[in-house]
């Protein structure tokens, strides 16, 4: 009796042992069809990409280009393509206005319009750091003694002015000045803002111009040479030297000087 309870446990075991097989050759075929299903497609994937490597290549070269070309179109836009002001955003959005100790700077917006009085260094566009030849277009109107215009201003202090009484324009070049000085046998370098002011060229007669009227002024800098434009007729043509090859634009009117702008557009050439 014993004997046959042993036989019978065995044959037991066989079929548990059975099915446990079975189950893992069960798992082993899925898995095996898993990876031949991955292998096949890699395969075919990679066929495919072997024998459609040129267009690949081509489509990946045009959307770089294409990248490219949306980052300089951007970098153009900000830099090269000139500016046109608005006047009915707030004015620290698009200038930079300069300060000096105890002084009331007058920068105001008035009916799509810039007043400009009180301002020793003037104020410049934020934007233009990088323009180089173009035409500075705006109309202005005094209102009282003078109308000052900035050209290729390299920062708030180093640019080209044009100051403008409806009779003369006379050149002013603000810079700064380097200088070494001796103080206890130490030598020190000072440095301070210094105007440079070249004669005036007088506005021919028919072009002058009284305080409450409307000009159109056009100014042209091209390299170190510079012409002015009242209304479309030529009223100044020098070349300043001195003057930065590229800055940004803007306008200048000191202590009682006033002046109105408008129409304010830089067009790059």
Same mark, same amino acid.
């Given at each position: 009796?014993?004997? @046959?309870?042993?036989?019978?446990?065995?044959? !037991?075991?066989?079929?548990?042992?059975?099915?446990?097989?079975?189950?893992?050759?069960?798992?082993?075929?899925?898995?095996?069809?898993?990876?031949?299903?991955?292998?096949?497609?890699? =395969?075919?994937?990679?066929?495919?990409?072997?024998?459609?490597?040129?267009?690949?290549?081509?489509?990946?070269? *045009? +959307? +770089?280009?294409?990248?490219?070309?949306?980052?300089?179109?951007?970098?153009?836009?900000? $830099?090269?393509?000139?500016?046109?002001?608005?006047?009915?955003? &707030?004015?620290?959005?698009?200038?930079?206005?300069?300060?000096?100790?105890?002084?009331?700077?007058?920068?105001? =917006?008035?009916?799509?319009?810039?007043?400009?009085? /009180?301002? /020793?260094?003037?104020?410049?566009?934020?934007?233009?750091? @990088?323009?180089?030849?173009?035409?500075?277009?705006?109309?202005?109107?005094?209102?009282?003694?003078?109308?000052?215009?900035?050209?290729?201003?390299?920062?708030? @202090?180093?640019? $080209?002015? @044009?100051?403008?009484?409806?009779?003369?324009?006379?050149?002013?070049?603000? /810079?700064?000045?380097?200088?070494?000085?001796?103080?206890?046998?130490?030598?020190?370098?000072?440095?301070?803002?210094?105007?440079?002011?070249?004669?005036?060229?007088?506005? &021919?007669? !028919?072009?002058?111009?009284?305080?409450?009227?409307?000009? !159109?002024?056009?100014?042209?800098?091209? *390299? /170190?040479?510079?012409?002015?434009?009242?209304?479309?007729?030529?009223?100044?043509?020098?070349?300043?030297?001195? $003057?930065?090859?590229?800055?940004?634009?803007?306008?200048?009117?000191?202590?009682?000087?006033?002046?109105?702008?408008?129409?304010?557009?830089?067009?790059?050439?």
């Amino acid at each position: 009796m014993d004997r @046959f309870k042993t036989i019978w446990n065995f044959i !037991k075991e066989i079929y548990v042992l059975k099915d446990t097989i079975l189950g893992i050759s069960g798992l082993s075929a899925i898995f095996i069809s898993i990876a031949s299903f991955i292998s096949d497609f890699g =395969l075919k994937y990679f066929i495919f990409i072997k024998n459609h490597i040129q267009a690949f290549l081509y489509a990946g070269f *045009g +959307l +770089l280009s294409l990248s490219l070309f949306l980052n300089v179109l951007k970098l153009r836009n900000k $830099m090269f393509l000139g500016y046109k002001a608005n006047l009915k955003e &707030p004015l620290d959005q698009n200038w930079e206005i300069m300060q000096i100790p105890n002084e009331h700077t007058e920068w105001e =917006l008035d009916n799509n319009e810039l007043i400009v009085s /009180h301002s /020793h260094y003037g104020g410049i566009t934020k934007k233009g750091s @990088f323009w180089e030849d173009y035409d500075f277009c705006f109309s202005t109107k005094i209102i009282n003694k003078q109308t000052s215009w900035i050209v290729r201003a390299k920062d708030p @202090f180093d640019y $080209m002015m @044009f100051q403008c009484n409806g009779k003369t324009i006379v050149p002013h070049r603000l /810079h700064e000045l380097v200088t070494v000085v001796k103080n206890n046998g130490q030598e020190i370098t000072e440095k301070k803002l210094k105007w440079d002011i070249t004669e005036g060229i007088p506005i &021919p007669d !028919k072009k002058q111009f009284n305080n409450n009227e409307w000009v !159109k002024i056009k100014i042209s800098v091209r *390299g /170190h040479k510079v012409k002015i434009f009242s209304d479309n007729t030529e009223v100044y043509h020098k070349t300043h030297t001195s $003057m930065n090859l590229y800055g940004r634009v803007g306008f200048r009117n000191c202590t009682e000087e006033c002046a109105r702008f408008r129409d304010i557009k830089v067009i790059i050439k």
